[in-house]
Nanobody, 123 residues
Framework: QVQLVESGGGLVQAGGSLRLSCTAS????????TGWFRQAPGKEREFVSG???????YYADDVKGRFTISRDNAKNTVYLQMNSLKPEDTAVYYC?????????????????WGQGTQVTVSS
């Protein structure tokens, strides 16, 4: 059973930055695609960014150019650097992993999830 722990969330002003981390309980990320998702109150969980097993990164349109995903296999950690944050980025952010090949963006493609970390962007 893969266990994931997110950290790095917090309160930031609009225009600010945060870096989220997702750490796995075992040597995981080189064998899985990793996705970051977010869920705002009253809204469905949505895809934010992903990194494939072959290190291809991909993004939702509304974060492209502002967010950067990266992976450090030695630390069993995937990062999400979030710059130029907007109030609409406020949500609980989750990381998840899957063995589905390619660049999966659907939440139901991911069987393993972390507990989430809150990101709040004030205007």
């Amino acid at each position: 059973q893969v266990q994931l722990v997110e950290s790095g969330g917090g309160l930031v002003q609009a225009g600010g930055s945060l870096r989220l981390s997702c750490t796995a309980s075992e040597r995981t990320f080189s064998n899985y695609a990793t996705g970051w998702f977010r869920q705002a109150p009253g809204k469905e969980r949505e895809f934010v960014s992903g990194i494939s097993r072959s290190l291809e990164s991909y993004y939702a349109d509304d974060v492209k150019g502002r967010f950067t995903i990266s992976r450090d296999n030695a630390k069993n950690t995937v990062y999400l650097q979030m710059n130029s944050l907007k109030p609409e980025d406020t949500a609980v952010y989750y990381c998840a992993v899957t063995r589905v090949p390619g660049r999966p963006v659907l939440a139901n493609s991911y069987p393993y999830w972390g507990q989430g970390t809150q990101v709040t962007v004030s205007s």
